[in-house]
T-cell receptor
Framework: GAGVSQSPSNKVTEKGKDVELRCDPI?????LYWYRQSLGQGLEFLIYFQGNSAPDKSGLPSDRFSAERTGGSVSTLTIQRTQQEDSAVYLC???????????FGEGSRLTVL | AQRVTQPEKLLSVFKGAPVELKCNYSYSGSPELFWYVQYSRQRLQLLLR??SRESIKGFTADLNKGETSFHLKKPFAQEEDSAMYYCALSPPLNSGATNKLIFGTGTLLAVQP
């Protein structure tokens, strides 16, 4: 595919369940970002992967959130024991160089009931 | 700490009127600054970045280091400019800091006919 691909596009879950969100970046892009988009909060930085460097996890809101990037490509964002306040659109973006233009996916909309 | 402030959640103007979307930043140094835009039902995408000094779709943004501002301007708004606009900041490439991009909360621009 030509762009960043995210799945699922929509996820409805019950409070307390775990969810996994997947991001397939543009091939060859070394930088990968996760953001959370919610009304009134804008785009909240979650985590940043750059090549083989240790990820910048400074934006993860709690220890229920984790992310990994396997083989420098696909990334998975995991939210454990979901809460209603986790409801948001989770956006993934990739970039070919540090500080370069970010290319965003369409997002995964998470609704926690 | 790096922070981006967009004081207006909504800006409504008439077609043909000038537009200024405000952005102020907090960063101890010379950051990289960007404007991203999200049109209805489209992905978030880069509009312009300050180092390019370009005019994209008639929009320009001037970095004012004294006022720590990077306001987005267009002399004559068009209906197709209606979208969500996000100002964003990242540390300079040679700073040694991770190149995560920090976004403001966004301003919804509505251009009335």
């Amino acid at each position: 595919g030509a762009g960043v691909s995210q799945s699922p596009s929509n996820k409805v879950t019950e409070k307390g369940k775990d969810v996994e969100l997947r991001c397939d970046p543009i091939s060859g892009h070394t930088a990968l970002y996760w953001y959370r988009q919610s009304l009134g909060q804008g785009l909240e930085f979650l985590i940043y992967f750059q090549g083989n460097s240790a990820p910048d996890k400074s934006g993860l809101p709690s220890d229920r959130f984790s992310a990994e990037r396997t083989g420098g490509s696909v990334s998975t964002l995991t939210i454990q024991r979901t809460q209603q306040e986790d409801s948001a659109v989770y956006l993934c973006a990739s970039s070919s160089i540090p500080g370069g233009e970010l290319f965003f996916g369409e997002g995964s909309r998470l609704t926690v009931l | 700490a790096q922070r981006v402030t967009q004081p207006e959640k909504l800006l409504s103007v008439f077609k043909g009127a000038p537009v200024e979307l405000k952005c102020n930043y907090s960063y101890s140094g010379s950051p990289e600054l960007f404007w991203y835009v999200q049109y209805s039902r489209q992905r978030l995408q880069l509009l312009l970045r300050h180092i390019s000094r370009e005019s994209i779709k008639g929009f320009t943004a001037d970095l004012n280091k004294g006022e720590t501002s990077f306001h987005l301007k267009k002399p004559f708004a068009q209906e197709e400019d209606s979208a969500m606009y996000y100002c964003a900041l990242s540390p300079p490439l040679n700073s040694g800091a991770t190149n995560k991009l920090i976004f403001g909360t966004g301003t919804l621009l509505a251009v009335q006919p």
